[in-house]
T-cell receptor, first 112, second 113 residues
């Protein structure tokens, strides 16, 4: 049982480039989330999904898009990367809306 | 401003001592959760306490919740070097009909051998 898997683990982008971060969970969880973690800011919710085919904006959605075409996958896209998007990105999932979350190990993204 | 704020921001104690971390929040909650994050890793769920509960135990962890003061504490007893990590409280809130988990900035705990 792998839990939540994030790929890639590290990435360096140039300003203006695009990329997609993949999150996959094998626990049949309905709910999936994307957070970013910055020093002194804690974790901030970017987008989330309450089920296959649904997405919703979180606290800091600007500059990101998401898709949940399959229940087990939640993709986070950066269309035109900016240095302000340098961060560590975490995906999480939960079975029910008020359960504890299972987190992936993170993607460290640097935009230069 | 943050929904959940941990105090202290950093804590350093000797192995074997107890560690207490506090969390304060601003709005009503459905539940409050504590997570641990080891350096360079993802967060790991430790314990969840519901809004109608006052105290919960899990191994060496003890969590209390005081909804009248909008605060929670996490006590780690008989600390070990492996407990060195950052600890986050997260409040489960319903905002505009949507449930969200809002994290504080964390307490960095160092256990000295």
């Amino acid at each position: 049982n792998a839990g939540v898997t994030q790929t890639p683990k590290f990435r360096v982008l140039k300003t203006g480039q695009s990329m997609t971060l993949l999150c996959a969970q094998d626990m049949n969880h309905e709910y999936m989330y994307w957070y970013r973690q910055d020093p002194g800011m804690g974790l901030r919710l970017i987008h989330y999904s309450v089920g296959e085919g649904t997405t919703a904006k979180g606290e800091v959605p600007d500059g990101y898009n998401v898709s949940r075409l399959k229940k087990q996958n939640f993709l986070l896209g950066l269309e035109s990367a900016a240095p302000s998007q340098t961060s560590v990105y975490f995906c999480a999932s939960s079975y029910r809306v008020r359960d504890g979350y299972t987190f992936g190990s993170g993607t460290r993204l640097t935009v230069v | 401003s943050q929904q959940g704020e941990e105090d202290p921001q950093a804590l350093s104690i000797q192995e074997g001592e107890n560690a207490t971390m506090n969390c304060s929040y601003k709005t009503s909650i459905n539940n409050l959760q504590w997570y641990r994050q080891n350096s360079g890793r993802g967060l790991v769920h430790l314990i969840l306490i519901r809004s109608n509960e006052r105290e919960k135990h899990s191994g060496r962890l003890r969590v209390t919740l005081d909804t009248s003061k909008k605060s929670s504490s996490l006590l780690i007893t008989a600390s070990r070097a492996a407990d060195t990590a950052s600890y986050f409280c997260a409040t489960d809130v319903t905002n505009q009909g949507a449930q969200k988990l809002v994290f504080g900035q964390g307490t960095r705990l160092t256990i000295n051998p």
